[in-house]
């Protein structure tokens, strides 16, 4: 458990952060409704089979792949922030 000594604790960090474990959990439900959103998301791997296509230079490859994956995970953690902020609103 969290404790709530400091400064750098308020309430409002413990309670997200308790949330937070809660919602990691993926049940049977969740894997359910995962499977359905992405579905038909395979943009990704649509553009890696153009890259192969377009062009046999691997370093090349490499490097648009690494700009993809960066992009990606800026946009992850962007949607983590607003998740964050958006549930610290609402408490």
């Given at each position: 458990m969290i404790e709530c000594n400091n400064e750098?604790?308020?309430?409002?960090?413990?309670l997200f952060e308790s949330r937070e474990e809660n919602i990691c959990v993926i049940t049977k439900e969740d894997k359910k409704n995962i499977k359905e959103l992405i579905k038909d998301n395979d943009k990704y791997e649509k553009v890696l089979e153009i890259l192969d296509d377009i062009t046999n230079d691997n370093v090349t490859k490499d490097?648009?792949?690494?700009?993809?994956?960066?992009?990606?995970?800026?946009?992850?953690?962007?949607?983590?922030?607003?998740?964050q902020k958006f549930y610290e609103i609402r408490i």
């Open positions: 750098n604790n308020t309430i409002l960090n413990v490097k648009i792949k690494n700009s993809l994956e960066s992009y990606i995970d800026g946009m992850n953690i962007i949607s983590a922030y607003e998740n």
